[in-house]
């Protein structure tokens, strides 16, 4: 994000999980982003007075914009749904570099140090 570039990475690692919450994120850019209820994963976020932040994902509100590293854009969140219970597959990628990213529609959140 501070470089303007990115960067390669290589899986080391991909894991199935099973988690009984989730937070689904809509945005202006039309599919959802899926995430679980975990403060430890954070989003690039731009608030309405402008600050851009790392932001646990606990935290977003509606009227915040998150980044979507493909199209480097910002996209508003328009709204933001809990759902608690019942079971949701979710998937923990290990990589080489440190990184969240946005695949499908799913939050990928650093798992680094990498186990091997």
């Known amino acids: 994000m501070t470089s303007g570039q990115y960067v390669t990475t290589t899986v080391t690692r991909f894991v199935a999980v099973t988690t009984?919450?989730?937070i689904?994120?809509?945005?202006s850019?039309?599919?959802?982003?899926?995430?679980d209820q975990n403060p430890n994963q954070e989003l690039y976020a731009l608030l309405p007075d402008g600050t851009?932040?790392?932001?646990?994902?606990?935290?977003?509100?509606?009227?915040d914009?998150?980044?979507y590293p493909a199209e480097a854009t910002w996209?508003?969140?328009t709204s933001i749904r809990y759902?608690?219970?019942?079971?949701?597959?979710?998937?923990d990628v290990y990589m080489t570099t440190p990184s969240n990213y946005i695949?499908?529609?799913?939050?990928?959140?650093d798992k680094c140090p990498c186990p091997v």
């Open 29 to 35: 850019s039309g599919k959802p982003l899926i995430l």
């Open 24 to 27: 689904v994120v809509s945005t």
């Open 52 to 63: 851009l932040t790392m932001l646990p994902v606990t935290q977003l509100t509606v009227g």
């Open 83 to 91: 759902e608690t219970g019942g079971n949701h597959v979710m998937y």
């Open 20 to 22: 009984n919450n989730t």
């Open 65 to 67: 914009s998150i980044l």
């Open 75 to 77: 996209v508003p969140i």
């Open 103 to 109: 695949a499908n529609g799913v939050l990928v959140p």
